[in-house]
């Protein structure tokens, strides 16, 4: 990928766009080419297949999907098989049919069965049961990563794909409902904190374990792969380490500095009962994460006071 080259990050505004083209303007990198959801729908193929014989981009970060956490994925499975078999189909197909060199194809870890030995190995995929609350993303998901490895094997597309472990960080989705544990409970804290409530709901059990990776360093990983990895196999990214939700909460606290107490919503599904992705395929190669979890929240929360609260402090929301 020289300088120059003609990079298409599709999803650009999300989490995972937003961060690979910081990082990627960060390195001088000009030619990217971007659309809003609005100037294109990637669930339409005609509009996807006119983009791309307009556009010929060289590169694809493939970083649009429907995203959302373990209530989103619970409640619209419809919506989340339908988009992302839609996205990814018609972007993978138009990228190899308009002569992409190479493309990277964004999983997840909820694509190993829900219990899977622990850490996760990449052979692991296809070995067991999904876990229920987000069999439909993963099942859309895993198809993708077959997409790819079909299109290598017949047609020798170069397409790679990578499963990170679940990500945070600025430009993150801090809707209660939609959103993933980090930003909400950041946010829950903060307004607890702000508005002087002693007590703050935590969904599930808090037992669960999950490994978070900061999304700049999810996009280092995108780069340096995008740059040293042209196999077929899947790759993890994550950081190797994982805490539980309890933990994570008496973290976010501290960090948010709530000093009240935090109470259980057994109601509320726990999800996967732990999910550590196994790492050593790409420390192999060489890569390793750099920002600590502490960090990273405290970067997150500064980001999001600046951007959120803020902002919905101005508009009185
Ligand atoms: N967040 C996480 O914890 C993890 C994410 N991933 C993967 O990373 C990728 C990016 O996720 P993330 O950044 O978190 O998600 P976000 O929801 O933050 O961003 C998704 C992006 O996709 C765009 N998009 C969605 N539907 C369409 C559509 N029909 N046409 C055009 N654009 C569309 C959105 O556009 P708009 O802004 O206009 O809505 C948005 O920019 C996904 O493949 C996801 O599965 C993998 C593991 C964990
Ligand atoms: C990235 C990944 O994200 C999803 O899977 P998940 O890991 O279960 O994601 P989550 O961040 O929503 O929850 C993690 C844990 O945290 C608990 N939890 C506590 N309190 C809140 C809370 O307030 N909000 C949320 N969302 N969770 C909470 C929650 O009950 C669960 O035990 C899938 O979409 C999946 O498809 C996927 O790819």
Redesign the pocket.
Known sequence: MDKGAKIYVAGHRGLVGSAILRRLQAEGYQNLVLRTRKELDLTDQRAVYRFFEEERPEYVFLAAAK???????ATYPADFIRENLLIQTNVIDAAYRYGVKKLLFLG???IYPKYAPQPMKEEYLLTGPLEP??EA??VAKIAGIEMVQAYRRQYGFNGISLMPT??YGPGDNFD?ET????P??LR?FHEAKVSGRWEVV???TGT?R?EFLHVDDLADAALFLMRHYDGEEIVNVGVGEDIS?REL?ELIAKVVGFRGKIVYDTS?????PR?LLDVSRLFSMGWRPRIPLEEGLRQTYAWFQAHVAEARGARGG
């Open positions: 995203v959302g956490g373990i209530l989103a994925n997840s870890s909820c609350t987000n993303y993963a679940n990500l209660l959103s993933h544990v980090i909400a409970l829950k935590v969904w599930g669960p999950r939700i909460a509320k599904p726990d999800g996967t999910k």
